[in-house]
């Protein structure tokens, strides 16, 4: 009897799961995954070195003395922040959204 039991809890549990996943297609309800978040941070942050890099002497001078540079990272920084605290895991995000 108990295992009976045990086989219709098992059965209820796997069906429920399929059940409120259909429903919530069925309200148009569903999860995006942002993938590559992560390189395309790096890839931005590298590109504007690069391109503050290629400056003539004076105005490096000039962005050094306004802090640009600390001004770049706390922004970088921020973004990389934002991303963690909503679920960057392995460089994906993934939401629920309503379609």
Same mark, same amino acid.
């Given at each position: 009897? !108990?295992?009976? !039991? +045990? #086989? %219709?809890?098992? *059965?209820?549990?796997?069906?429920?799961? $399929?059940? *409120?996943?259909?429903?919530?297609?069925?309200?148009? !309800?569903? @999860?995006?995954? @942002?993938?590559? +978040? =992560? !390189?395309?941070?790096?890839?931005?942050?590298?590109?504007?070195? &690069?391109? +503050?890099? $290629?400056?003539?002497?004076? *105005?490096?001078?000039?962005?050094?003395?306004? /802090?640009? =540079?600390? *001004?770049? &990272?706390?922004?970088?920084?921020?973004?990389?922040? #934002? +991303?963690?605290?909503?679920? %960057?895991? $392995?460089?994906?995000?993934? #939401?629920?959204?309503? /379609?």
């Amino acid at each position: 009897m !108990i295992a009976f !039991i +045990l #086989r %219709l809890v098992g *059965v209820l549990a796997a069906a429920s799961g $399929s059940v *409120v996943g259909r429903v919530l297609i069925a309200l148009g !309800i569903g @999860y995006v995954s @942002y993938t590559g +978040l =992560d !390189i395309t941070l790096t890839a931005l942050k590298s590109q504007v070195i &690069s391109q +503050l890099g $290629s400056a003539p002497a004076t *105005v490096i001078a000039c962005l050094h003395l306004a /802090k640009v =540079d600390v *001004v770049v &990272s706390i922004l970088f920084s921020a973004m990389a922040t #934002r +991303l963690i605290v909503s679920g %960057l895991t $392995s460089g994906a995000v993934t #939401r629920m959204v309503l /379609k």
